[in-house]
């Protein structure tokens, strides 16, 4: 029986994988990969899929829309070259740069993209003040008689969801744009000049728009609908960023036309599968079910690099009792919304290892879960993958003041800017609108009263709004402006290259390799509490 079940499984898979004819024009996608390359249909069973509709047809291509080269091991230990490698090996045709690809800074991110054989597209990023286009905003292919025209769309919240200064220059000003100014109409235009292009000059018979955009939980006016609402001559749009599973969300252009919406989710919980027939019809569907047999070549190729960085990931640091927790049972981030145990301990190991007043790590920049038992180098690594250098800074307790609202401005809902704390206390009356206000590139500019924040306390005395503090943090937060965070009045005293990861690591051992109880609550120990 079991046997007769994985047959009948294969046969599906194989059905799923083909095409119905020998001209169907086959597209697989991925989005959101974050390095699972590994994980769930995993990078090999992509290929497998292709290798099986090639058997029916010439017409394949493969596409990403975004957020490969960042989330976990394979990536943060070669900075996204090990990555880009594997995505050459498998012969990606068509990519769009996702906010996260930012993530090792503007130099590595160039490196990144002239390595990538396929290249990138864009329409919508651009160097300012001469707005050129960094890429080309569409890629032709040609299916026999066919030509479809992809034209890249990368989100406007790469400005803050990445550190801001990589996009800026020495003094501060921004040297790159993603049309996000004007609530999105700079990017809606600069995508309908692509199209029109691709149509009028190129002749394209299709344009398939690859976005990483997201649909929900996202900036509302840069998001996938939006985007549809305000242009036409599309005729289906690939998506990512919001790390959704949406088989067809289905949006009228500016012309009335229904435009289908899809999205595969993150870490290949799904393949995203769009077969344009000859006489046009076009439909889309996600995979589930990785094959029952992987493409060999792909699952050796990946294994010769991960033999690269295997030996210091597996490394000893220490052991838990309980796990240090970032998400629930239903994998949602709780380290964006809430305290939570890990949030507290890598604070903790900040303040520690500095000797400071405060310690503090955004929501964002927290992975995963320790689990329970014996740590590794790699778990460490998998909670910290980005590599955020670390920082201290003299910081004055009214702008502590205005940075805790700024980060709690999105509660209930989430936001990356949630800062967890060390040394400090503080509650959260979440019946106060936040008043806190960001400029067009959504980077923090200030407050007005009334707070959400109240009873602010620094190691069990009242926050001195004309104190000046010492904080521990990473450059990302204090320095760069990630996640939006300013830190506009922070005096700089030291840069330091240790990584974030190593100061947790090196905490670990400083207690003696042994996680103390005190850490045991999965959400925390009552400094944040929220009404």
Request: proline share 4%.
């Amino acid at each position: 029986m079991k046997k007769l079940i994985t047959l009948l499984l294969a046969l599906v898979i194989m059905q799923t994988a083909c095409a119905k004819d020998k001209n169907d024009i086959v597209i697989f996608f991925t989005n959101d990969v974050h390095c699972g390359i590994e994980n769930n249909i995993c990078y090999a069973g992509v290929v497998e899929y292709r290798n099986e509709a090639l058997k029916q047809t010439p017409y394949v291509t493969l596409v990403d829309a975004g957020d490969a080269v960042q989330g976990d091991l394979a990536g943060a230990v070669s900075k996204g070259e090990d990555i880009i490698k594997i995505l050459n090996f498998m012969k990606y045709d068509v990519a769009v740069p996702g906010n996260h690809e930012f993530d090792y800074g503007m130099d590595q991110f160039k490196k990144l993209a002239g390595m990538m054989k396929c290249g990138y597209v864009c329409a919508n990023f651009h160097t300012l003040p001469d707005h050129k286009l960094v890429f080309p905003p569409y890629k032709i292919i040609k299916y026999g008689k066919k030509k479809i025209a992809y034209v890249g769309v990368a989100t406007p919240e790469s400005l803050s969801k990445t550190a801001a200064v990589t996009f800026q220059d020495g003094k501060g000003n921004f040297i790159y744009s993603f049309g996000g100014e004007n609530k999105g109409k700079n990017m809606f235009a600069d995508v309908q000049a692509a199209i029109d292009q691709a149509r009028e000059k190129e002749k394209a018979d299709y344009v398939i728009l690859v976005a990483h955009l997201g649909e929900h939980g996202i900036t509302e006016e840069w998001n996938a609908m939006n985007l549809v609402t305000n242009i036409q001559g599309a005729d289906i749009l690939i998506d990512g960023h919001s790390h959704e599973v949406t088989p067809s969300l289905k949006v009228k252009d500016k012309s009335g036309k229904e435009i289908v919406i899809t999205q595969t989710g993150t870490k290949l919980s799904h393949l995203g599968k769009i077969t344009i027939t000859p006489d046009g019809q076009i439909t889309n569907e996600l995979i589930a079910y990785a094959p029952v047999d992987l493409d060999s070549k792909t699952r050796d190729f990946i294994e010769k690099i991960k033999k690269d960085y295997e030996g210091t990931l597996s490394r000893p640091v220490g052991y838990l009792d309980f796990p240090l927790v970032a998400t629930d049972k239903k994998n949602d981030w709780l380290v964006r919304s809430e305290e939570t145990n890990l949030g507290d301990f890598l604070a903790d190991s900040f303040k520690a290892f500095y000797k400071t007043d405060i310690g503090i790590i955004n929501g964002g920049a927290i992975r995963a879960t320790i689990p329970a038992g014996q740590v590794r180098y790699g778990d460490v690594f998998k909670t910290s993958p980005f590599g955020n250098m670390m920082c201290v800074a003299e910081v004055p307790g009214q702008t502590i003041l205005d940075e805790l609202e700024f980060g709690v401005r999105n509660l209930p809902d989430i936001s990356g800017g949630f800062i967890h704390v060390s040394g400090l206390s503080f509650i959260v009356d979440t019946s106060i609108p936040s008043s806190a206000k960001m400029d067009d590139n959504h980077i923090f500019i200030g407050v007005k009263a009334p707070y959400r924040v109240k009873d602010v306390k620094v190691n069990g005395e009242p926050l001195d709004l004309k104190k000046k503090y010492k904080i521990a943090s990473t450059r990302f937060v204090l320095k760069d402006q990630g996640d939006g965070h300013r830190f506009a009045d922070a005096e700089i005293i030291l840069l330091d290259d240790t990584f974030d990861r190593d100061v947790c690591a090196k905490y670990i051992e400083q207690l003696g390799g042994k996680i103390p109880a005190q850490y045991k609550d999965p959400m925390g120990q009552g400094r944040i509490k929220i009404k």
